[in-house]
């Protein structure tokens, strides 16, 4: 059994197309389970299991459906995958798990393009429910890792990252591999395999964005400005990064509703 712990927030415009391609890629019986926030009630019964409580916490939302889906199976090696609502597969995933996880006990996303960093991330994860289990699973931030920039980071995979680095594991990072980067980060396809759209639930900025755009020109030309003209036109230059990063991101959605091979110009 296959069993996938997704999130969707603020909208449902992403569960059928999430569903669609689940259903195309894998074969095996699956269930997934959902946390949804500020997600319309009256959706049909799409989901083995869907929380609405109001957690914040992404990581936190992704540890309890672990929590959950460790109670709910059978079987120890029963496959466990992490998805988030605006990822989905692409390919044969099923074979990818397969051959992967005979040689390592967890394959996951890893962003190095957003500035380096090096953490599993929960667009897409798989493991074994018994694996999981056995080191605490905990997708929370707080282990730091240097980036590109030089500067020690957290995010969503930081203690994860902690927990496989002092448990001696080493796991299978599913790297970028688009052939056309209509953005550096977002829009993202790994191993062939999985697609990430990256901001499917927020506004479209990155640390990538924040480090490589346009900004470290005009940080040198502001450094010298008075402290409140420079905070303003910063903030504009983020605002302006962020609707441009918004309105890409509207259009390959619209693409991806009309187009079930969409991917095809990105790999």
Known sequence: MIHIATV??????WIDIQQSYLRKHIKSPYR????????????PDTFYYACSEPVISHAVKLNI???????????????????DGDAFPIGDIELLINQKLSNYKLIAVQRLENNGDNQPHPCFCATTVSFWKSIKGDWKAGYRWQNKSGAWVTDIGGNLLKQLRESGVQWYPLLRSNRRNLHPVFFAAYDGVIYHHGAGFRDALT????????????????FWAPPRYRRALLHKRRDGVIAENNLLSEKV?????EN???YAELI
């Open 207 to 222: 640390r990538f964005d924040r480090a490589q755009s346009k900004a470290g020109f005009l940080d040198k030309i502001l």
């Open 65 to 83: 459906l672990a929590d959950i889906i460790y109670f709910s199976s059978n079987r120890d090696d029963d496959i466990l995958i992490f998805l």
């Open 32 to 43: 997934v389970y959902a946390w949804l926030n500020n997600v319309p009630s009256t959706l």
């Open 260 to 262: 079930p091979l969409f």
């Open 253 to 257: 959605f619209k693409s991806i509703q």
């Open 8 to 13: 969707h927030w603020n909208t449902d415009k």
